[in-house]
C-alpha cells in the first residue's frame, strides 16, 4: 500500500486580499479538507500556526491523490514524498543486508 507524506504550501499570489474573500476561500478548502478526510482521502491534516503550509498523509495511489489534489491549485502548492512504515524500513534493511551478504 501506498503511504504519501504531503506537504503544502499556500500561494500567497493565489490567495484574495480582500478579507471577507479570503475568510470565504478559507473555508470552502478546509470543507474540502473535510471531506477528503472523512471519505478517507486524507488520513492526517495538519497547518501550522503561521497558517503558511501544513502537512497530510494519504494512502490513495498517485492518480488518485493527483486527481484529489487538483481541486487546492493555485491557492495550494504541494511536495510530495513516498514514506515507509517501520516494518517496511525493517523488511527493506533486511533484504539489502541479505542481499549484499550474497554478493
Request: charged share 25%; glycine share 4%; with cysteine.
Amino acid at each position: 500500500m501506498s503511504r504519501f507524506y504531503i506537504r503544502w504550501h499556500m500561494n500567497p499570489h493565489a490567495v484574495p486580499l480582500d478579507p471577507k474573500e479570503r475568510v470565504d476561500l478559507w473555508m470552502r478548502m478546509l470543507e474540502g479538507v473535510r471531506k477528503d478526510l472523512a471519505s478517507g482521502n486524507f488520513k492526517e491534516w495538519g497547518i501550522c500556526s503561521d497558517i503558511s503550509a501544513g502537512y497530510c498523509m494519504s494512502e490513495l495511489d498517485e492518480e488518485q491523490l493527483h486527481t484529489v489534489l487538483l481541486k487546492y491549485v493555485p491557492y495550494i502548492s504541494f511536495n510530495i514524498k513516498p514514506v515507509l512504515t517501520v516494518d517496511q524500513s525493517i523488511g527493506s534493511i533486511n533484504r539489502a543486508t541479505a542481499a549484499a551478504k550474497r554478493a
